[in-house]
């Protein structure tokens, strides 16, 4: 009599996501953020240093625009990757270009939405609305073949040199990050000019008590969206061509 086979669970939305949760990445990150910048209580700790080195040189640089901070940022970040995991693959040259193409799209949805509002709790659920939207864009970075921004590169890279798990990983990155982003809006600014009896209801140069939330929630919600998404994707890629093209053996 002939074994049956186990049936395999089909995403409920198809198997071949491995391009489209690359663009949803570039979107839903660079949409969360925005919205996060409109909201006026912090934006992330990874994407906090940008901002503020923007709104620091924007008096002598007025061309200088966020995405192309934070592209140029980016580039700095994957030079001190290299160095951690003492290694250099051919593949980080393609997280550059995300990153470029992320800045732009990031300064389209800044210059395209317009919500700004001085009620609080409407600022804190734009807020939440941004946090939730970068945690599902970077859940989609994580499950691409393609190459990933320079973030999440660096979590990636790191927890696989040194066995880490990817989850705790990103916590400490982003708590990094974190340090960095007030190191960088105290030390460019002055905080003696800023009424910190209001700092939750309105940033520090990009530094707030929402940065200290996204830095919270950020990875357990990439944690619970992980999981939905793997439930409904699948990872299979469109151009399988494009896939082996791309993809490297390590030695």
Request: charged share 20%; glycine share 4%; proline share 3%.
């Given at each position: 009599m002939e074994e049956k086979k186990p049936k395999l669970n089909k995403p409920l939305l198809g198997s071949r996501w491995g391009e489209g949760m690359w663009v949803l990445g570039i979107f839903l990150v660079s949409l969360g953020v925005s919205l996060c910048s409109k909201a006026d209580?912090?934006?992330?700790?990874?994407?906090?240093?940008?901002?503020?080195?923007?709104?620091?040189?924007?008096p002598h640089l007025p061309w200088l625009t966020v995405g192309v901070t934070e592209y140029v940022y980016q580039g700095i970040v994957l030079i001190i990757m290299?160095?951690?995991?003492?290694?250099?693959?051919?593949?980080?040259?393609?997280?550059f270009l995300v990153a470029v193409i992320y800045g732009y799209v990031l300064d389209m949805w800044l210059a395209v939405i317009g919500v700004e509002t001085d009620v609080v709790y409407l600022r804190w659920l734009l807020m939440a609305a941004g946090a939730v939207t970068t945690a599902v864009g970077v859940t989609?970075?994580?499950?691409?073949?393609?190459?990933?921004?320079?973030?999440?590169?660096?979590?990636?890279?790191?927890?696989?040199?040194?066995?880490?798990?990817?989850?705790?990983?990103?916590?400490?990155?982003?708590?990094?990050?974190?340090?960095?982003?007030a190191v960088l809006a105290l030390t460019l600014f002055d905080p003696t000019e800023f009424d910190w009896s209001e700092i939750y209801m309105k940033a520090y140069h990009s530094l707030g008590v929402g940065?200290?939330?996204?830095?919270?929630?950020?990875?357990?919600?990439?944690?619970?969206?992980?999981?939905?998404?793997?439930?409904l994707f699948g990872y299979d890629p469109l151009f399988k061509g494009l896939k082996k093209l791309l993809s490297t053996r390590d030695k």
């Open positions: 209580l912090g934006v992330s700790m990874i994407a906090a240093p940008a901002f503020i080195i923007q709104e620091a040189l924007a290299c160095i951690i995991v003492r290694r250099f693959d051919i593949r980080y040259l393609g997280a989609c970075f994580f499950r691409t073949y393609l190459p990933l921004e320079v973030y999440e590169l660096v979590v990636a890279e790191v927890a696989k040199r040194y066995s880490f798990k990817l989850e705790k990983t990103k916590l400490v990155y982003d708590l990094i990050q974190l340090t960095v982003t940065t200290v939330f996204m830095t919270v929630v950020n990875t357990p919600i990439i944690t619970l969206t992980g999981k939905a998404a793997d439930k």
